[in-house]
């Protein structure tokens, strides 16, 4: 019987061992947070309760920073954690992130080919369709503007739109740019053409997302076998939780 236990003790702390060889890190949404009441946080006690090394830095996009840094800038802060997690030995990383953090995560996997796979939970932040500039007057417009007559580094207003609701941020021109140009590098399509890891990608059935398919981005994607494309129950906010048993299983079986 002791003998018994002891096995079952050691194939318990092993399973932890393969897992804890996985890194993830997980970007919050537009105007979140990593607080373990936020739907990003959940999802990250839920892949820490399996045993996976799991890093939720507070981005350039946080209701805290809103918009302190370009989206090449928030690029290499994400790597500064992709070298941490490396640092501390794990086997894989992935990185995750929610809407605006998806749309981050797919940026960073387009650019760097250091990480085993991207995870993009209810991706947002679309610059390149019609009907979200429209909303927000094409604010990009007069953030060039302002850049081409070399002012682009002085703080004002910009225009913001998160899942229906507006804000104005105070940020400069260049920075705001960088994220809002409808040619520029947060075009979610085009960085999921260049991906370099596999793509998980997670969305509620009730998201307006879901309404675009998988034409919008998810069919760009270079083929890897580990590609999936994920639809659950639930909006837009819910996603991370609705969806944390296909993310555990992907991360488990990549």
Same mark, same amino acid.
């Given at each position: 019987?002791?003998?018994?236990?002891?096995?079952?003790?050691?194939?318990?702390?092993?399973?932890?061992?393969?897992?804890?060889?996985?890194?993830?890190?997980?970007?919050?949404?537009?105007?979140?947070?990593?607080?373990?009441?936020?739907?990003?946080?959940?999802?990250?006690?839920?892949?820490?309760?399996?045993?996976?090394?799991?890093?939720?830095?507070?981005?350039?996009?946080?209701?805290?920073?809103?918009?302190?840094?370009?989206?090449?800038?928030?690029?290499?802060?994400?790597?500064?954690?992709?070298?941490?997690?490396?640092?501390?030995g794990v086997d894989k990383i992935v990185?995750?992130?929610?809407?605006?953090?998806?749309?981050?995560?797919?940026?960073?996997?387009?650019?760097?080919?250091?990480?085993?796979?991207?995870?993009?939970?209810?991706?947002?932040?679309?610059?390149?369709?019609?009907?979200?500039?429209?909303?927000?007057?094409?604010?990009?417009?007069?953030?060039?503007?302002?850049?081409? =007559?070399?002012?682009?580094? @002085?703080? $004002?207003?910009?225009?913001?739109?998160?899942? *229906? +609701? !507006?804000?104005?941020? #105070?940020?400069?021109?260049?920075?705001?740019?960088?994220?809002?140009?409808?040619?520029?590098?947060?075009?979610?399509?085009?960085?999921?053409?260049?991906?370099?890891?596999?793509?998980?990608?997670?969305?509620?059935?009730?998201?307006?997302?879901?309404?675009?398919?998988?034409?919008?981005?998810?069919?760009?994607?270079?083929?890897?076998?580990?590609? =999936?494309?994920?639809?659950? @129950?639930? $909006?837009?906010?819910?996603?991370?939780?609705? *969806? +944390? !048993?296909?993310?555990? #299983?992907?991360?488990?079986?990549?």
């Open positions: 019987m002791k003998i018994k236990s002891l096995i079952l003790v050691l194939v318990y702390f092993f399973s932890l061992n393969i897992f804890a060889q996985t890194g993830v890190i997980l970007l919050h949404g537009k105007w979140g947070t990593t607080k373990s009441g936020s739907p990003i946080g959940k999802l990250a006690n839920a892949l820490n309760g399996k045993g996976f090394v799991v890093v939720t830095p507070e981005m350039s996009w946080s209701r805290n920073r809103y918009y302190d840094s370009t989206y090449e800038e928030s690029m290499s802060e994400i790597n500064t954690h992709v070298q941490s997690l490396k640092a501390r990185v995750g992130g929610h809407s605006m953090g998806a749309n981050a995560a797919i940026g960073y996997g387009s650019q760097y080919g250091d990480i085993d796979g991207v995870l993009a939970i209810a991706p947002g932040h679309v610059p390149d369709v019609e009907f979200f500039q429209n909303k927000i007057n094409n604010d990009w417009e007069r953030a060039k503007k302002i850049i081409s =007559q070399g002012t682009g580094d @002085k703080k $004002g207003k910009f225009k913001d739109l998160n899942q *229906g +609701k !507006k804000k104005n941020v #105070q940020t400069t021109a260049k920075i705001y740019l960088s994220w809002f140009d409808p040619n520029g590098p947060a075009v979610i399509p085009n960085n999921v053409n260049s991906l370099k890891s596999p793509l998980l990608w997670v969305i509620g059935e009730k998201d307006i997302m879901n309404k675009r398919g998988e034409k919008y981005a998810f069919s760009k994607a270079p083929y890897f076998s580990k590609n =999936q494309y994920s639809i659950v @129950k639930g $909006g837009h906010g819910a996603t991370p939780v609705k *969806g +944390k !048993k296909v993310i555990i #299983q992907w991360l488990k079986d990549l």
